[in-house]
């Protein structure tokens, strides 16, 4: 259980070392130092980057300001994903740190989501957070708590308070004692390549004559192709908050400790690198 | 669930505190019981406070319980305990509602609120117990009072306010219950999860680390399990394949291991390796920031700065070369003289404070002193105070004895003031009477003494009649020269003489001239008829009572004892009730149902009717002529009295004013008055003259017969009595009670003795200078018929006849005592009345039939 613990506490605590630069089009009065930080895996972009901003609006004139936009390598990233799965997705071949494009100007309608205030992503995650407690419990814990109980869940993330997130998420993540866990695993799986944004199913923790599923069970449904085959060489990585998790590893106990704060295991799935 | 379950106990102790408090101010707690009592108009309650009493009107009384220390231990432990139970219920209301799960009061936990909860229930419960306990115990008192034989109070029945209490009670216990109840639920439920609170998690996480193997780990953890009640999926499975496995608790979760090691890995790479770094950076940003800001700064104010800086140089150098003068000695040395005179002062100031110091001190002493004097004051004041509170009391009490004393002093004095006024009317009373009584004796006097004149003029009339007579007697004796016998007439002469010397007291005159008539008649009828002729003038010119004696000393010697019936006739219509013979003995009246009053002549041995008297509008029950025998007088069944003049049958009066049958009526000696009692149980004394009713008298009962002497009349009653009454008071004079009803009453005829005839079927002869019975009369078969049977003596008083219900007429004589005839077969039903004619010949007896039947000795 000590493991659990730490587990969690590695998630919570997980950082990636990013580095933020002004795109090179943007007109500045003065030269704009690029900025870096430890990008906390489990929040949103928008919601960390406040520091950001202000760095670079020194750098600019305030008549030019509009809504920022970080960019990777071309791609628009999309603030409602997590951190962690934005970087595992995109970033995780290259070489640390993660460097991001900020844009000011030309916002991509097409691709992202304008996001004005911290109340809009405040909205987003405790949909998510419903979301999963319906898949979960068809929502009658995250129905039962009162207003304030979910404004904790939310300080908690905003703030990066760990214990303060976990005193009300812990309800969350119970289950009946006669169950052997959840009644379907909330889980949303990523891959570059596909149009599609996600892939989400439902899934139970443990077949009807009691086996638990594991992740390899998961996958086996989801997206066969991800299970190597034994002569063959990994074509695909399963990566979890950075960490490639065994496929032994039941399900019930991922969604327990390995989700993201909205109560999502989110999985990407990437390419092996070929060398 | 559990808020459901917590709320209806909330509301349940809302409501248990709410009946605990009507409980504690209901009137009723014990209330006066019925049973066993007759007084069911008085009810008794109490309860903690106050006692009451109220009546069947529902006037209420209340009265506080004074003395609250005076009052029996128990009402005071439940006072204590209800009040206690009360504010355990408020502070418990407020706890509960704050521990409530559906409440915003405070910010605090799931947990927190639960204890709050919890300790809410816990005050209920204790709140309750001590209503129960105070409730119980005073029902315990008055159920032990009810069943107690010995008990002497009022005993009383549990009251409502009881049962409110109990219910409240139950209420509170059981809300409270439900609130601990909910609190437990709430938090005995296992967690699901593997997280817990920092503080306890961490405690647990700790202890298996410390342990060194990794099967100790594995039992401990499994300890653990148990201990906290936490466990997850995960450690269940960890835990049974490693029992299965045998292996230790690491290797058996490769993928969680895995995993950890793995996310230390990516810390190592992606989180340690650059932490510094950016930290630095961002610091060194931070910066050179900073520094392009001071720098633009610096730069601007650089000018302003120099100058500033160039100033100050140079009055420096000046007030170096100002003081470097040579003057420094002096001033090194008045430096030094300030110096001296500052110590001394301080020195001074030292002392000063030392002064100050000890001032302090003494003062401070002083102060304490002073304090100590202001407690004792204090104290004393409050002393005083109690000594004034209690004298007050006291005060208070005696005012209210006083109070009390007053009040029962007005009392008596009303009392005394009330029985002075009796006694003053009483006495005005006495000495009116008395003034009456003086009176009267003065009347008595003056009558005598004209009594006695008269009796001295009549005597000496008479003695100068005789003697003129005897003049007469002895001239013609003279005249005639008749031989005779010379002894004789010194016998007469001899004789008279005597009489002479013995004229003075009238009695022994008049007692004594039957014996002489004795003497005289069988010698010659001369002198006899003078007598006679004598007695005839007389009883015409002198007063009544004188003359009676006369005329029946008379006929005493006549008086012949009935043996045959002389004539049977039919008298009335229907029942006859009285009969009477006129004082001549002439005439003979009957009275009977049909309303009529018949005269009959008696002559030879037959009755013929004369006439018949008509007016009354119901039967006749009684019969009277008076002494001349001019008047008849009959009383009647129409509530009035009637009179007749007897020799033209004509109705003169009628008397009416009682309100009941007249069964008697009688005329006075004088002739003047009549007496008539009746069933409305008065008596009337009427005059004739006026023909009014000049007294009523109520005797009591109802009067069945009347007799008169002079003063005094007699009245038979219903209830066995025989009063005798004064006509000039309105007072009973004396009563005699006989053994049964009295139907009748007659006297002889020198008035001294009494007959009465009582339903006890006795004839008695009642002795009236004694009072007292003389004789009494029975014999077999002799039977009184009705309530006004009437008897008679006859004219000399030596008999006694009386009709019996089977129809004998009975005769006893009086002398001997002995039932001297029994004279039957002539009657066929009861006799009503018996009638012995004044002349002694003829006796008449009237039956219930209609029949009469006249009786001699012939």
Redesign the interface.
């Known amino acids: 259980?000590?493991?659990?613990?730490?587990?969690?506490r590695?998630?919570w605590?997980?950082?990636?070392?990013t580095c933020f630069t002004l795109y090179q089009d943007e007109i500045t009065e003065r030269e704009a130092?690029p900025?870096?930080?430890?990008l906390p895996r489990v929040s949103y972009l928008t919601l960390v980057t406040d520091k950001v901003k202000k760095?670079f609006h020194?750098a600019m004139r305030q008549e030019d300001l509009e809504e920022m936009w970080f960019e990777y390598e071309g791609t628009p990233l999309k603030w409602h994903y997590p951190i962690g799965v934005l970087f595992d997705l995109h970033a995780s071949n290259t070489a640390?740190?993660w460097s991001i494009t900020v844009h000011f100007k030309d916002f991509p309608e097409r691709d992202l989501l304008h996001c004005p205030s911290n109340s809009v992503i405040e909205a987003h995650f405790m949909s998510s957070i419903k979301e999963a407690d319906t898949l979960k419990h068809k929502g009658q814990v995250v129905n039962e708590m009162?207003k304030?109980d979910h404004k904790q869940l939310w300080m908690g993330l905003q703030n990066d308070k760990f214990?303060q997130f976990?005193?009300m998420?812990?309800?969350l993540?119970?289950?009946?004692?006669e169950d052997?866990?959840f009644r379907y695993i909330p889980f949303r799986i990523y891959q570059t390549m596909s149009d599609r944004p996600f892939i989400q199913k439902l899934f139970r923790p443990a077949s009807p004559d009691g086996h638990?599923h594991t992740l390899g069970d998961l996958l086996k449904v989801v997206f066969p192709a991800a299970i190597p085959q034994d002569d063959e060489q990994k074509k695909y990585l399963v990566v979890v908050?950075?960490?490639?998790?065994?496929l032994?590893?039941?399900v019930?106990?991922l969604s327990?400790?390995?989700s993201h704060p909205d109560n999502f295991l989110h999985i990407s799935i990437i390419p092996a690198p070929s060398d | 669930m559990s808020t459901g379950l917590e709320l209806v106990g909330f509301l349940l102790c809302v409501g248990s505190w709410l009946l605990t408090g009507a409980s504690l101010g209901n009137d009723y707690w014990k209330v006066s019981t019925f049973s066993g009592s007759v007084i069911i108009s008085n009810r008794q309650y109490e309860n903690l406070w106050f006692s009451c009493a109220e009546d069947s009107a529902g006037i209420t009384n209340c009265r506080d319980f004074e003395s609250m220390l005076a009052l029996p231990g128990y009402v005071q432990a439940c006072r204590a305990l209800m009040i206690i139970s009360l504010l355990l219920g408020l502070v418990g209301i407020i706890v509960a509602l704050m521990g409530l799960k559906c409440t915003?009061i405070g910010?605090a936990?799931d947990e927190t609120k639960g204890k709050i909860a919890l300790s809410g229930g816990g005050l209920f419960i204790l709140s309750g117990l001590s209503t129960m306990i105070a409730i119980s115990w005073y029902a315990t008192r008055v159920v032990e009072e009810f069943y107690d034989p010995f008990f002497g109070g009022i005993k009383f029945e549990l009251g409502t306010g009881l049962y409110i209490g109990w219910g409240g009670g139950c209420l509170a216990i059981l809300g409270g219950a439900l609130l601990c109840c909910s609190c437990k639920r709430g938090d005995g439920r296992?967690?699901?999860?593997?997280?817990?609170?920092?503080g306890q998690?961490e405690k647990?996480?700790?202890t298996?680390?410390s342990t060194g193997t990794a099967d100790s780990r594995a039992y401990h953890?499994r300890q653990?399990v148990c201990l906290a009640g936490?466990y997850?999926?995960?450690?269940v499975?960890c835990l049974r394949v490693g029992a299965m496995s045998g292996q230790g608790g690491q290797a058996v979760?490769?993928?969680?291991?895995?995993?950890?090691e793995?996310?230390?890995?990516?810390?190592r790479?992606?989180?340690q390796?650059?932490?510094e770094?950016?930290h630095q950076?961002?610091r060194l940003?931070e910066k050179s920031?900073l520094h392009a800001v001071l720098s633009e700064r610096l730069q601007t104010d650089k000018f302003d700065h120099q100058n500033r800086h160039d100033l100050s140089k140079v009055t420096l150098c000046v007030l170096q070369s100002w003081a470097g003068r040579g003057r420094s000695e002096t001033l090194l040395q008045e430096m030094a003289q300030i110096r001296i005179r500052h110590q001394e002062e301080l020195t001074e100031l030292h002392k000063k404070r030392g002064e100050l110091a000890q001032n302090v001190i003494e003062l401070n002493n002083q102060m304490q002193l002073k304090d100590k004097d202001i407690q004792t004051n204090e104290a004393q004041m409050l002393q005083y105070q109690r000594r004034i509170s209690e004298l007050e009391s006291e005060c208070r009490d005696l005012r209210g004895s006083l109070q009390d004393l007053e009040r029962a002093n007005q009392t008596l004095k009303d009392e005394y003031d009330a029985l002075q006024i009796t006694f003053s009317a009483l006495e005005g009373k006495l000495r009116r009477t008395a003034e009456d009584n003086q009176e009267l004796v003065s009347r008595w006097m003056a009558e005598k003494s004209q009594e006695a004149n008269r009796l001295n003029a009549e005597n000496e009339k008479d003695t100068r009649r005789r003697q003129a007579k005897l003049q007469k007697d002895l001239a013609e004796a003279a005249k005639e020269p008749l031989p005779i016998d010379p002894e004789d007439d010194i016998e007469v002469l001899q004789e008279d003489a005597a009489e002479g010397t013995g004229d003075t007291s009238p009695g022994r005159a008049i007692s004594r001239t039957p014996s002489r008539r004795a003497t005289q008649n069988p010698s010659g009828g001369l002198l006899d008829s003078i007598s006679n002729i004598f007695g005839r003038r007389r009883s015409v010119s002198l007063s009544l009572d004188s003359a009676e004696p006369e005329t029946h000393s008379g006929g005493c010697a006549e008086v012949r004892l009935p043996t045959t019936a002389l004539h049977t006739f039919d008298a009335h219509d229907g029942e006859v009730n009285a009969v009477r013979f006129s004082p001549g003995s002439r005439l003979l009246a009957t009275g009977g149902t049909d309303r009529r009053v018949k005269l009959w002549e008696v002559a030879s041995g037959r009755c013929q009717l004369k006439g018949s008297l008509t007016g009354s509008n119901a039967g006749i029950t009684s019969i009277e002529f008076d002494s001349a025998g001019s008047y008849l007088l009959a009383a009647s069944n129409d509530f009035a009295s009637r009179i007749w003049t007897v020799d033209d049958y004509r109705l003169r009066h009628t008397l009416t004013g009682h309100s009941g049958k007249v069964l008697a009526a009688r005329f006075m000696l004088d002739n003047a008055r009549i007496v008539s009692g009746s069933y409305d149980r008065t008596l009337k004394l009427w005059d004739l003259r006026s023909k009014v009713c000049m007294k009523t008298v109520f005797a009591g009962s109802s009067c069945n017969d009347i007799v008169c002497t002079e003063q005094c009349v007699m009245s038979g009653h219903f209830d066995k009595k025989v009063r005798f009454w004064d006509i000039r008071a309105e007072s009973i004079v004396q009563e005699l009670e006989l053994l049964g009803r009295v139907t009748s009453l007659d006297l002889n005829h020198d008035r001294t003795e009494l007959l009465t005839c009582s339903r006890d079927d006795l004839v008695k002869i009642i002795d009236l200078r004694s009072n007292a019975v003389r004789q009494s009369f029975s014999a077999q078969g002799f039977k009184c018929g009705a309530d006004w049977t009437r008897v008679t003596f006859s004219p000399d008083g030596c008999y006694v006849a009386a009709g019996s219900a089977d129809g004998t007429l009975f005769v006893w004589n009086v002398l001997t005592g002995k039932l001297d005839r029994a004279l039957d077969k002539h009657h066929s039903s009861a006799i009503n009345a018996v009638s012995w004619s004044p002349s002694g010949a003829h006796v008449v007896s009237v039956e219930k039939s209609s029949k009469a039947v006249l009786w001699s000795d012939i």
Request: hydrophobic fraction near 35%; glycine fraction near 4%.
């Open positions: 259980m000590a493991d659990d613990k730490d587990v969690l590695d998630v605590f997980g950082r990636i070392p130092e900025f870096y930080l430890l760095h020194k640390l740190p009162q304030k214990d976990w005193a998420n812990r309800k993540m119970e289950y009946p004692t052997s866990g638990t908050h950075g960490i490639e998790p065994l032994e590893t039941p019930q106990w327990e400790h390995l | 915003k910010s936990s296992p967690p699901k999860s593997f997280y817990s609170p920092p998690g647990i996480y700790k298996p680390l953890q653990f936490h997850s999926l995960a450690s499975i979760c490769p993928w969680k291991r895995h995993v950890a793995q996310l230390k890995q990516r810390d790479v992606q989180r390796a650059f932490e770094i950016i950076y961002n940003l920031d």
